[in-house]
């Protein structure tokens, strides 16, 4: 479904991410871990049209897609959960879930998907008139995921879904990532908590200087000796 290839970025004189390839099966979960610093997020913000390569290429369901402005790359099935949430805080979550079908034009259906959300997430129902700012950080990483699932991507980019959250938060979104697979969409998970990335993963690659050093199957990730030490702490 999503091919990088030998994807070159830079931030000015900063060199960011340096040749790096893989690729996203349709119905997966891949994993990208790595230290602060080693390029996973770039690699989100540039599938998502946010920061542009320096060479290299992305492709999307056959289509190269790497010089699209980022609300094309949404229309054509692509989401992004940030890092940090970053929920529009002054907007009711009502008006949050409606920004995120802002590329749709089938009013009625957002309306239904919205209702959805609402579903899938009652809390949210519950604070559907409340600023997102005011929300817990557990209430805001689930609107920040219902806000994307609003754009009905096929491919789902999750940014350090579990920074901040306590534990039991953790696992209940653990338990949605895995319910999101089940219901079909592919998803691209970068995190720090490189035991829950790889728990939840099929596959994954460890970043380190922009520079993918290692890919295997999850489960190999997890029992090789050099993951472990460096981000399993064992």
């Not at 997020?41 to 699209?68: K, M, Q, W, Y």
């Not at 229309?75 to 009711?92: C, D, Y």
């Not at 008006?95 to 959300?117: F, K, P, T």
């Amino acid at each position: 479904m999503l091919a990088i290839r030998d994807l070159h970025v830079a931030y000015g004189p900063i060199v960011a991410l340096r040749g790096v390839s893989f690729a996203v099966p349709e119905g997966a979960i891949i994993a990208l871990i790595g230290s602060n610093g080693a390029g996973k997020s770039t690699i989100l913000n540039t599938i998502s049209g946010l920061v542009r390569p320096r060479s290299g290429h992305v492709e999307f369901a056959g289509e190269r897609i790497d010089s699209l402005p980022p609300e094309q790359i949404v229309r054509r099935g692509i989401a992004q959960v940030p890092e940090g949430r970053k929920v529009f805080r002054n907007l009711s979550v009502h008006e949050c879930l409606m920004m995120g079908g802002y590329c749709r034009s089938d009013a009625a259906a957002v309306a239904s998907d919205i209702a959805r959300m609402y579903e899938l997430f009652p809390r949210l129902a519950e604070r559907r008139k409340q600023l997102a700012g005011t929300l817990s950080g557990g209430e805001q990483q689930m609107l920040a995921f219902a806000r994307a699932l609003v754009a009905k991507p096929r491919l789902l980019l999750l940014d350090e879904p579990s920074m901040g959250l306590a534990p039991r938060i953790v696992a209940d979104m653990a338990g949605y990532i895995r319910d999101f697979r089940k219901q079909g969409m592919t998803i691209l998970i970068v995190e720090q908590n490189a035991a829950l990335a790889l728990g939840l993963a099929d596959e994954g690659h460890v970043l380190e200087t922009g520079m993918v050093t290692l890919s295997a199957s999850a489960a190999a990730l997890l029992a090789d000796p050099r993951v472990r030490e460096a981000y399993l702490g064992v």
